[in-house]
């Protein structure tokens, strides 16, 4: 896929990691050995859980903390893991779990703002309710609010892309990259119009 489509960076994610605390190391060993650049969602729990990928000594492999299983994201820091992504889980525009901090309420753009005060730069943000639906992007409205806002973060999202227009929709939202998949599958997407889409 990586030379069928011009792609040069993944993002996978563990469901047995995410739904059952048992991540797959085998198959993520295996995928990271192919020297592609990984975003790699474990289901991780505790800052301590993302440093397996450390221990890997590979530089082509970033551990994603997800707010749908990360425990410990009110702490959390950039020095805590090298090169480390953030996602911002939602399910219908609402976090999947409460985030236990003291400093603001628990609003997705609040997270957002602290996470980039903090030093964090890279920052998923995905409605889960929208991944394989095809029904276009639901957090468009958020990126482009938060993109005026937090100037120096890259955001990332995805999650009902569904045609080129959503590319369209996407890069001009200020969307740093875009996760598709759905499209790539079914032969909606392929490298001619995926290569119209860069990161800015």
Same mark, same amino acid.
């Given at each position: 896929?990586?030379?069928?489509?011009?792609?040069?960076?993944?993002?996978?994610?563990?469901?047995?990691?995410?739904?059952?605390?048992?991540?797959?190391?085998?198959?993520?060993? %295996?995928?990271? #050995?192919?020297?592609?650049? /990984?975003?790699?969602? !474990?289901?991780?729990?505790?800052?301590?859980?993302? +440093? $397996?990928?450390?221990?890997?000594?590979?530089?082509?492999?970033?551990?994603?903390?997800?707010?749908?299983?990360?425990?410990?994201?009110?702490?959390?820091?950039?020095?805590?893991?090298?090169?480390?992504?953030?996602?911002?889980?939602?399910?219908?525009?609402?976090?999947?779990?409460?985030?236990?901090?003291?400093?603001?309420?628990?609003?997705?753009?609040?997270?957002?703002?602290?996470?980039?005060? %903090?030093?964090? #730069?890279?920052?998923?943000? /995905?409605?889960?309710? !929208?991944?394989?639906?095809?029904?276009?992007?639901? +957090? $468009?409205?958020?990126?482009?609010?938060?993109?005026?806002?937090?100037?120096?973060?890259?955001?990332?999202?995805?999650?009902?892309?569904?045609?080129?227009?959503?590319?369209?929709?996407?890069?001009?939202?200020?969307?740093?990259?875009?996760?598709?998949?759905?499209?790539?599958?079914?032969?909606?997407?392929?490298?001619?119009?995926?290569?119209?889409?860069?990161?800015?």
């Amino acid at each position: 896929m990586q030379d069928q489509l011009g792609l040069n960076q993944f993002y996978v994610a563990d469901l047995d990691g995410i739904q059952h605390q048992r991540p797959d190391w085998h198959q993520l060993r %295996r995928l990271i #050995k192919t020297g592609a650049n /990984l975003m790699i969602d !474990a289901g991780f729990r505790r800052i301590e859980d993302s +440093t $397996l990928l450390k221990a890997m000594d590979v530089d082509s492999a970033r551990a994603v903390l997800g707010t749908e299983s990360f425990e410990e994201m009110d702490k959390v820091m950039p020095d805590h893991f090298a090169g480390g992504i953030i996602s911002i889980d939602l399910r219908n525009g609402l976090l999947q779990r409460a985030w236990q901090s003291s400093e603001r309420p628990h609003e997705p753009d609040i997270l957002i703002e602290i996470l980039v005060q %903090r030093g964090f #730069k890279d920052i998923i943000v /995905l409605d889960v309710a !929208a991944v394989g639906t095809s029904q276009g992007i639901p +957090t $468009l409205p958020l990126i482009t609010h938060m993109v005026a806002r937090c100037s120096e973060a890259r955001l990332i999202t995805g999650g009902g892309v569904r045609s080129e227009a959503c590319l369209a929709e996407a890069h001009g939202a200020g969307v740093h990259g875009l996760l598709v998949a759905s499209a790539i599958h079914n032969g909606t997407l392929g490298r001619t119009e995926l290569e119209r889409f860069r990161d800015p």
